[in-house]
């Protein structure tokens, strides 16, 4: 049976590489079909991918969060290659990723960029970031992945039409990362060279920015996913704070019946009500949790 194979390239002024990653997608893949999902470029790189034989679709809402939302629901295939445009992604390895979706190894095949790098393809900072998601997200699912954040990502139908993208920025790729696990898609990974980009091109990453966006992510993670785990340390830290102190009041009170430090009680009283608050919606959150992603099983298996 033949398989639809759709290379979707997500573009943000690369007018410099975007021919190079284009020909590269047409020598290791012939078959597959490109698209080039420009968002709001400023320079020529639309009307250079149309030169190259691309399908060119326009993205306005600016961030890559958006264009692989509108990606995965403009472009019907069997199985979808995703890879930026910047020309930074060796493709000598996609048809070994492509195989592995295709015979069902995989659901999802990762382009791991932190074994074979150069020291200036990578940020220092932007290193750190990746390193510390992908911890929290092996030890919060249970999993060994290499690389969170990759942008080289070979996916099949079933996982592209069943995960509701809501990320807006580059935090997308932690986002599909996460989903996969959670409802429990396959993820496999194979080492790629990550090359650094080339000279004129510029990286539309920002250090500080992107590092907010990591703590936010990180948060994000613990308050969607792992509602229990997110609201019993907040729970467990206003406890400790209303024991802190509370303890003077509660001497005082045993000793002398009579307490003088009322704004103290007030706040140790206040802390342990917050305390109690926060585990009860975490347990309840938690049920949710576990019903939605009942539900969401269900649906999944009756479109099979």
Sequence with gaps: MDIKLAAIIPCYNEELTIAKVIQDIKTCVPSACIYVFDNNSTDRTAIIAQECGAIVITERRQGKGFVVQSMFRKIAADIYIMVDGDDTYDLSKINEMILSVKTGEADMAVGNRLETYTTRSFRPLHTFGNKLVRNLVNRLFNAKLKDIMSGLR??????????????SGFEIETEMTIKALKYNFTILETDIEYRERPQGSFSKLNTF???????????????????LIFFSLTSLVLAI?????GWVVILEFIETRYITHVPLAIFASGSMILSIIFFVTGVILDSLVGRFDELYNFIRNKQR
């Design 209 to 227: 920015s992107d590092g907010l966006l990591v703590l936010k992510t990180i948060f994000m993670i613990f308050k969607n996913y792992k509602p």
């Design 154 to 167: 070979v996916m099949n139908s079933d996982f592209v039409k069943n995960i509701n993208i809501i990320a």
């Design 241 to 245: 704070i209303s024991l802190a102190t």
